[in-house]
């Protein structure tokens, strides 16, 4: 296996590596004398550092090229296509879909954060309390996370079908008309935001459960003996000495949040009528959901989450830093 | 202390129907792949499987046999090729400190915001010139970029806490940096190993948004586009989509029983220090 995948990226190495960071890999000899330890340690570096080249560098590399000419299929195997600078941008930008896409991400993750943090926090503090069964529990938790995207989204669907779905059975039980879950333009964003959030909570609930552990338990039985309540000691001491870890939380939520795609396109595929298009759903819809694929504008669709996500992890990096360091 | 028992009974009642609620999804997979079909519009549908039938599974071994094996295959190469780039690179930044090494870190940390969607379609470029599409290599390695980074951050994590005096008297017995790495340090990061392949599989088996693009079509797909193809072709079988997804699940299901600690280990060591 490591053979036959590390063999063929041998040859295009010098002219990239430079572009990777990984200047400081191979001085010349003569000039920095680097010790034997460095070259073994580039030398075990070596492979991962071709592959992020090979591998992330030059698909991200494509994609910008994408977005600037204008690709049809035939120019894209022949590999012609006209350079045409910003105009796929600008064809996105007076995209009357533009807008609507731009509300649906933001509402999207503005929402799912929200939630997914507020529920996994509330889990995580009950899940602390360590009764009887709740390490099994708290495992049980996990199961929405480690389900494939395409599970979770599939049984959604089922469960929120107009007709059949077991949601709206219950909605009758007790009275309510029959929603529209998935085919109604005013609540199909709805449904994907919360098939989301049931996703999202365990990975909120494992990492704020996590940041709980390192409370020191003294702090609550001193509050408890200065006659602090529970829901004073969790305002007073959980939550300020959580929010390291509710930033990393947050920020790691943000930008995975921003990424998704697979939920909304296989319960709603961003419809109906754009009602549930988010940047994820409709970059791919412009480059490989209709007959005739639009790659340069999905690219420059693309691109702008791109940016949006290096903005976020940017500050998520810095974050992450000031606390290794703190 | 009697009553504090009581009290931690009370909670573990609430936390039963808490996940209950939470897992009433997966339950009710199961209940529709059990359903039989002159029941599947029944309004309000059964709350248990009273008629239970496997003819939804029946159908899942008649058509969906390839795309399980699909995966399968998918799954492992991945895993190999994660383990196999990433091990290494995680002794190098957790013990010979590398010139660089900082910016190689922050690389892989950036790596993951990408979103999938650009790297789908990068890859789609690249591999449409080379005639790379619907090939089931072409899939591991699209695949090993939704684990790389990851297995790096895991095993520098895990290896910078192999105690250095190890290393040093390895080397002073003679031994150069990859017998160390070869017969010490990977051998102690088993659990890391363990880790990363987990997350691995788990990764590339679920993964929808590279199979949609890469190998649509293709004479090889994996189980999410058999089970995606189901749904698409306007299939009125909810049992038989819904038997499918609960084995499409089986590999989570296995992990969470088998190796929970290694998933909750995993999932903290992304996010938090320590």
């Known amino acids: 296996m490591s053979h036959t995948t590390r063999v063929p990226h041998r040859r295009p190495a010098p002219d990239h590596s430079g572009a990777a960071g990984a200047a400081p890999a191979a001085p010349p000899p003569a000039r920095r004398r680097p010790s034997s330890q460095q070259w073994a340690a580039w030398a075990f570096l070596t492979p991962v550092t071709l592959y992020l080249v090979l591998f992330y560098a030059y698909p991200l590399y494509r994609n910008i090229d994408l977005s600037l000419r204008n690709y049809t299929v035939r ?11 910003l105009q796929n941008y600008r064809t996105v930008f007076d995209d009357p879909t533009f807008a609507p896409a731009l509300l649906h991400t933001v509402v999207f993750t503005a929402v799912c954060l929200v939630f997914q943090y507020a529920i996994g926090l509330a889990l995580a503090v009950f899940f602390n309390q360590h009764f009887r069964l709740s390490a099994t529990l708290r495992a049980l938790f996990l199961v929405p996370w480690l389900l494939p995207l395409i599970v979770s989204a599939s049984t959604w669907s089922w469960m929120l079908n107009s007709d059949s779905g077991i949601v709206n059975a219950v909605l009758h039980a007790v009275g309510v008309d029959p929603v529209n879950w998935l085919t109604s333009p005013s609540w199909s964003l709805i449904s994907v935001i919360i098939a989301n959030i049931w996703i999202g909570v365990p990975f909120n609930l494992v990492v704020l459960y996590s940041g709980l552990q390192s409370i020191p338990a003294g702090l609550y039985e001193a509050a408890a ?98 606390q290794a360091l703190s | 202390m009697s009553r504090s028992g009581k009290r931690t009974w009370g ?3 609430v936390g039963v129907l808490l996940t209950g609620i939470m897992l009433f999804p997966v339950y009710w997979m199961l209940n529709v792949s059990l359903t039989r079909d002159q029941d599947m519009r029944k309004s309000p549908p059964d709350l248990f499987p009273v008629h239970a039938t496997l003819s939804g599974y029946r159908t899942v071994l008649e058509e969906q046999l390839p795309y399980l094996g699909t995966s399968l295959v998918i799954g492992l190469g991945t895993v190999a090729l994660t383990v196999v780039l990433s091990a290494p690179a995680g002794y190098a930044l957790a013990k010979l400190r590398p010139r660089g090494g900082g910016v190689l870190g922050f690389v892989l940390l950036a790596a993951q915001m990408i979103p999938g969607i650009i790297m789908a379609m990068g890859f789609y470029a690249i591999y449409l010139q080379l005639g790379m599409l619907q ?17 790096v951050l895991i095993f520098t994590a895990f290896m910078s806490g192999i105690p250095g005096e190890l290393l040093q008297a390895a080397k002073t017995d003679g031994a150069g940096p990859w017998r160390t790495f070869r017969s010490i340090v990977l051998p102690m990061s088993r659990n890391a190993v363990v880790t990363v392949s987990l997350f691995a599989f788990l990764w590339s088996w679920s993964d929808f948004i590279f199979a949609s693009t890469l190998v649509n079509g293709g004479a090889h797909e994996p189980i999410t586009l058999g089970i995606y193809h189901y749904i698409g072709n306007n299939n009125q079988e909810w049992n038989a989509i819904m038997a499918t997804a609960v084995v499409a699940s089986l590999p989570a299901t296995v992990i969470l029983v088998l190796a929970q600690r290694y998933v909750a280990a995993g999932v903290t060591a992304g996010a938090v220090k320590d």
């Open chain 2, 135 to 151: 090939s089931v290599p072409g899939l591991i390695v699209a695949d090993s970029t939704l684990a790389v980074p990851f297995a």
């Open chain 2, 11 to 13: 909670k573990t009642t």
């Open chain 1, 225 to 322: 003996l200065d006659g602090a309540g529970p829901w004073r000691r969790f305002w007073s001491i959980t939550f300020p000495l959580l929010r390291p870890v509710s930033a990393i939380t947050l920020l790691l939520g943000l930008v995975y949040t921003l990424k998704v795609f697979d939920i909304i396109w296989i319960m709603t595929k961003g419809g109906p009528a754009e009602s549930s298009t988010t940047f994820a759903t409709w970059s791919y819809q412009l480059g490989f959901g209709n007959l005739l694929p639009a790659f340069g504008p999905g690219a420059a669709v693309g691109n702008l989450l791109v940016v949006a996500a290096l903005v976020f992890g940017l500050v998520y990096a810095r974050v992450q830093r000031k």
């Open chain 1, 75 to 85: 120019s894209f195997v022949q590999g012609d296509a006209p350079f045409t600078g």
